[in-house]
């Protein structure tokens, strides 16, 4: 007769699987069991490799896009679930943190450049408007949901619970397609946006 505890990792096993399948199709509520199952455990992990809170909850919300995105990727008759998203989880800590090193170097580059270099006022503009034109051709590849999540969050000032109300979802189904929807922009737009907060600014019509 099994034991309890391994009668507990076969439950657990056959229900992350469900979650899995679920999430194929596109079932957003399973991305949400799923995170509370396993962002605790993937945010330990990912804070030991990037030492820093903010880059843990990067790490984090990227597992759960690619989850998202690549859940028919998982084959449960292959293993259990967990293994999987922690390896998904340290080999994108390990980016982020390249990532970081990277951008600082560059950062640091700029700054020597910007000491020799007066500033040009018409080549900021420029740049500015490639920016904003960026980021408008980038939210418009978003699906209809995300996108109307995300206007709604930055363009239109609402909070997270008020986007809520305003679409008749739950808190968190708000906050899932408002992150994914930043995620998103992030990985289009690289570099060109910096932290979430600079989407409204450069899509801004000024």
Known sequence: ????????REARRAEDAALIARIVDRDERAVEALYSRYSG????LAYQVTGAERFAQEVVQEVFVAVWNQASRFD?????LGPWLFSLARHKAIDLVRREQNHRKRAAAETDMELEVAPDDVAHEAWTNVRRERVREAIAQLNEIQ?????????SGLTHVEVAERLGIPL?????????????????LGD????????????RVT
């Open 41 to 44: 455990p993937l945010y330990s």
């Open 192 to 203: 060109s946006v910096s932290e979430d907060e600079d989407v409204a600014d450069a899509a």
């Open 172 to 188: 968190g189904t708000a906050k899932t397609r408002i992150r994914t929807a930043l995620l998103k922009l992030r990985d289009a």
């Open 76 to 80: 449960p008759t292959r293993g259990s």
């Open 1 to 8: 007769m099994p034991e309890p505890s391994q009668i507990d």
């Open 147 to 155: 996108r109307t999540a995300l206007e709604l969050a930055f363009f």
